[in-house]
């Protein structure tokens, strides 16, 4: 999976969680920039993505997501061979 | 099996969200959340139908027939990721809930001390939604048996005393959440003979919160069970979320788990379903009776396809002699369908089971209509139950009231999904849903006489009938509150009331809380109505507000009505109230009532302040009123309270 489609589904995760068609994402896309974007909404995000995209993030894992582009590279990451 | 299997799937939800979110006005996309909130959801897309419907939900328009509730979750762990899940099940089971969640692990401070929060909400429903890592009863592995039991008896205690506490300061329903175990065994199949083993606390934990609950009339959230039904049990909890969150509940449960609270909640408000309709070939034998004959169906054992008819057969049989209505809507012989119920010689269930039979070749929303009117119940409390798709997707489209499980290709897994789909929640078991199948059974014999009789009264006299009338007792409250809750048509004033509830004005000294039995000769009718009158502040003081009168539609034209009247007038002038003001208030269904308290003698009065429009107002004095004719006997003992009390 390129790096790209994970961008454009990934999207659409962040629009169907924040229900708003209009939220664009970059790398460096942080919760700062997302009305909306809480711990419980960062919880939904996690969770909406492993279900989008069949994996699983380990609980050490959690920690180091702070912005999209974080999400993306473990995204990459685990979807590697897949 | 998938969360939600048994609601049919969209074919783009995530669009139809979308679209639903630019219309304007908040009441027509809160009707448009209701109706997508009967889709198969994810979390996700749940979450959006929840703030779909969310600006509708503080006002929703009475077009839409929603009953309001509201909802107070006590919880010593995250909940607020559920709350969208249970609010959008609501609207799915005809709720308007409003949800309030306490400051995670404060339920003691909540209903101990001060929560002016909590206070101002008012809850009806207290959720108390505790688990096991909360306040744990941990001993040493090796303690003794009676150790343990002491402990478990001071949890227990401690939970009663929450509950009192609920009941006496919110006057609220309280709902127990049973403990589910946070951690694996640690013996194994060997685990419940360590009495200290953390499963085997738990084990004795839950059984002991039953057996109080069931004494202190605390419904119970099982999710522990509910789960299990469901599949893989690691899908209720996730530890990952404990960890990150505090969530009990995974949020990709949340749909699920929001529809097993919005069941209870819809339970409380007698909004749970009555009737099972039953399509027959396919879905209760295998084959087509009109083609293969009694003897090529497949239906009994010696055959796995036979057996897994016959378990189905049995299961509604089951859920007949819990007290849901059984009917049949085939397209069929009619005369063919009642000789395989006559001659096959494996059938479960007998034609005695059904109170409505429905078999021809018309279309299957004009027999469902049938049937409801048929047994005097509203289309909302049907379950359709048919194995072909395609008359799944016409009854849903044509019906929307009615509700139709998606059910699996193989009959094997019927009874599992129409069980997981919980239509038939009930907040209490009593003699009499167990003996309505029978009572069915017996207004069928009923009718037949009438059929034979060309005089009314003569039919009537000869049906031998008593009416007993009571005061509301520990015995008769969680019928009563059932009726109370869901009886739509016979309702003069559809007010609905918890059980905590009724038993307050059923213990006020000043008012009269009366259950109303009616037995006759081929059986007893059971409790079948339910009258509450009380002082009121727009009356004089020595009159009563007939603040309830609601009669089961099963005995309607029997001039239970009048016998009613009869005994109401007699208890009143022993309580020293001079009149009777009654009310009724028009809903959509209780039109058949519009003429009773004139049809009664009662005459017209003016408007009672701060009444919805619409109402109208009677009153009939106690003395002086002449007596009616009826051909009732009366069992009924009227005492003065209040002076029995001094």
Known sequence: MHEQEIYAELTQVFRDVFDDDDITLSAATTAEDIPGWDSQAHVNLVVAAETRFGIRFRTAELESLHNVGDFVQLIATKRKGA | ?646
């Open chain 2, 1 to 646: 099996m998938e969360q939600l299997a048994w609601l049919p799937v969209h074919d783009d939800l995530g669009a139809a969200l979308s679209a639903a979110r630019r219309i304007a006005d908040p009441g027509e996309r809160l009707s448009r959340a209701m109706h997508l909130a009967g889709f198969r959801r994810d979390f996700t897309a749940t979450g959006r139908l929840d703030r779909l419907a969310e600006e509708g939900l503080a006002a929703p328009p009475a077009r839409l027939g929603l009953a309001p509730l509201r909802l107070a979750i006590l919880a010593s762990h995250t909940v607020d990721h559920l709350v969208p899940g249970i609010r959008v099940a609501g609207l799915h089971r005809g709720l308007a809930l409003s949800v309030h969640v306490a400051p995670y692990g404060n339920y003691r401070q909540s209903l101990l001390g001060e929560d002016p929060l909590l206070a101002a909400f008012a809850p009806q429903v207290i959720l108390l939604a505790l688990d096991a890592q909360d306040s744990p009863i941990d001993l040493p592995l090796d303690s003794p048996d009676g150790a343990v039991e002491e402990a478990v008896a001071g949890r227990i205690a401690e939970l009663r005393h929450l509950w009192r506490r609920a009941r006496e300061r919110f006057n609220a329903q309280v709902v127990q959440q049973l403990l589910v175990p946070a951690t694996p065994p640690l013996f194994g199949s060997y685990e419940a003979m360590v009495p200290a083993a953390p499963r085997s606390i738990l084990d004795r934990l839950n059984a002991a919160i039953r057996a109080a609950a069931r004494e202190d009339g605390v419904l119970l959230l099982d999710l522990a069970a509910q789960m299990a039904g469901q599949g893989p049990a690691d899908g209720l909890g996730d530890p990952v979320r404990w960890h990150q969150a505090k969530q009990l509940v995974s949020p990709v449960m949340a749909p699920l788990h929001g529809d097993l609270v919005a069941r209870i909640a819809g339970a409380v408000l007698g909004r749970a379903r009555k009737c099972l309709v039953l399509d027959l070939d396919n879905t209760i034998w295998g084959g087509v009776i009109g083609d293969d004959g009694i003897e090529g169906i497949k239906l009994g054992q010696g055959n796995p396809t036979g057996e897994a008819f016959l378990a189905m057969q049995r299961y509604a049989a089951q859920l007949g002699r819990r007290g849901i209505i059984l009917a049949v809507c085939s397209k069929n012989d009619a005369a063919v369908a009642e000789a395989a119920f006559a001659n096959h010689p494996e059938m479960a269930l007998q034609r005695g089971d059904i109170a409505a039979f429905q078999a021809n070749w018309n279309d299957k929303a004009g027999n469902l209509r049938q049937i409801a009117k048929q047994l005097n119940i509203g289309l909302d409390a049907l379950v359709f139950v048919d194995d072909n798709p395609a008359e799944r997707d016409i009854v849903r489209r044509e019906l929307p009231d009615v509700a139709v499980p998606e059910l699996p290709e193989d009959v094997a897994l019927y009874p599992t999904w129409l069980g997981a789909a919980g239509y038939f929640e009930t907040v209490g078991f009593t003699a009499d849903d167990a003996a309505r199948a029978r009572s069915y059974a017996a207004n069928a014999a009923r009718q037949a006489v009438l059929e034979q009789t060309t005089d009314l009264e003569g039919y009537l006299r000869s049906l031998e009938m008593v009416l007993t009338a009571r005061p509301i007792g520990a015995a008769e409250l969680p019928r009563a509150t059932q009726l109370v809750n869901k009886t739509n048509q016979f309702n003069l004033t559809t007010r609905r009331y918890t059980e905590a509830e009724m038993q307050a004005l059923a213990e006020d000294p000043d008012a009269l809380a009366l259950a109303i039995r009616l037995t006759d000769r081929f059986g007893d009718n059971g409790l079948i109505s339910v009258v509450l009158a009380r002082p009121d502040a727009a009356l004089r003081p020595g009159e009563w507000l007939i603040d309830t009168w609601l009669m089961s539609c099963r005995v309607l034209g029997r001039k239970v009505e009048e016998a009613t009247l009869q005994v109401l007038l007699e208890h009143a002038r022993h309580q020293g109230v001079t009149a009777l003001i009654g009310e009724y208030r028009p809903t959509a269904r209780n039109g058949m009532v519009a003429e009773h308290y004139p049809r009664l003698g009662f005459t017209p009065m003016a408007p009672l302040p701060d009444r919805p429009d619409g109402t109208l107002v009677w009153r009939i004095e106690t003395r002086g009123s002449r007596p009616f004719a009826h051909p009732i006997a009366l069992d009924t003992t009227c005492t003065n309270r209040r002076s029995t009390r001094n």
